[in-house]
């Protein structure tokens, strides 16, 4: 067991998401069985009384491998010293909202965490955005954080990739562990584009297993696409349980490295590889080892693809776009 143990930063942590992730992650999760964990809980004033009961469970449930528990309410105090962050904190929208609206609020908020970040954290912080507009909040903290490096602010669409494992699992009737290399191209939102042409179920393709291309171009798209929507509507509740674990899946690849001949999909600032916008952050296949993850090069890219990656790439400039307008509507005042 390494002795030095690391910090971990969970904003909204009071919140459904965070009430599930920190288990999850004082249990090894997220950072290995043998990795020590501080964790640090941030959350708005009004939830002070729910950090307070949730850091009471955390040490009820005596997790060996928790040795400390900072809760605040004060992003520079909870920033402090941190070696990941997964930022689960945002402002929903509600109903009667504009677009703008709902923008304008994260942009504040993620302004001011990014000032935080960049104040307190490890110099090589690793940064998860989950919180939606997910890919438009991590691009604004990336703004207002210049000297974290770009490749570690990344965000959540491992929780889209592994919802694409599933249906794919689910529909050739065989273990998830049987499928791999799905690909979620571009936005966190029902543009996003779950690409099963390179992926495989037991070594063979799985469009040859499935043998159904009228199924994997447009049911299986669209279920993936509309898959927290479908949970809000079971549960009438936004997903929590997966978001964390996929959240975890995420920080463990990155950190611990993705397996032999295998990819996974992460929200990361964009070189316009396969002609997708530069600037921005925008889901690709990466594969990574020693903590970092590079790009997967080289796949080939069908028309039917190609205009699904255009369409989530417009979709994200436009977010780029109002966001920073938002910035400077606000700077304004």
């Not at 990941?84 to 908020?109: C, L, Q, S, T, Y």
Request: glycine share 8%.
């Amino acid at each position: 067991m390494s002795s030095e143990p690391k910090r971990v930063l969970i904003t909204g942590a009071a919140g459904q998401i965070g009430y599930a992730l920190c288990p999850q992650v004082a249990r090894g999760g997220m950072l290995g069985h043998n990795q020590p964990i501080i964790l640090h809980l941030l959350d708005i004033p009004p939830a002070q009384q729910s950090l307070e009961g949730v850091k009471m469970e955390l040490v009820d449930a005596a997790f060996p491998l928790l040795k400390g528990i900072v809760i605040s309410t004060d992003p520079v105090e909870a920033c402090k010293d941190v070696d990941v962050a997964v930022m689960v904190g945002g402002f929903p929208r509600k109903g009667g909202m504009e677009r703008k609206d709902v923008m304008a609020k994260n942009v504040a908020i993620y302004k001011s965490q990014a000032a935080a970040l960049e104040k307190g954290a490890k110099p090589d912080v690793k940064v998860v955005v989950v919180a939606n507009p997910a890919n438009t909040n991590a691009l604004i903290l990336k703004e207002n954080a210049p000297k974290i490096p770009n490749e570690n602010i990344t965000c959540l669409t491992r929780l889209d990739h592994n919802r694409a494992l599933g249906q794919v699992a689910e529909k050739a009737k065989v273990p998830v562990t049987d499928v791999k290399n799905v690909i979620i191209w571009g936005n966190h939102s029902s543009s996003q584009y779950p690409d099963v042409n390179h992926g495989t179920v037991k070594g063979k393709p799985i469009r040859e297993v499935i043998g159904d291309d009228e199924y994997l171009n447009n049911e299986f798209i669209q279920v993936v696409q509309q898959r927290g929507a479908a949970i809000i509507k079971a549960r009438n509740l936004s997903s929590a349980m997966s978001a964390a674990s996929s959240a975890c899946d995420h920080i463990y690849n990155w950190i611990n490295g993705t397996p032999k001949d295998t990819w996974v999909s992460m929200g990361v600032y964009s070189d316009g590889s396969y002609n997708a916008p530069k600037d921005i952050i925008f889901s690709f296949p990466v594969k990574c080892k020693a903590g970092k993850w590079e790009i997967v090069q080289g796949l080939p890219i069908d028309e039917f693809s190609k205009a699904k990656l255009k369409a989530t790439g417009d979709e994200l400039v436009e977010e780029k776009q109002l966001a920073l307008k938002c910035l400077e509507e606000a700077d304004g005042q």
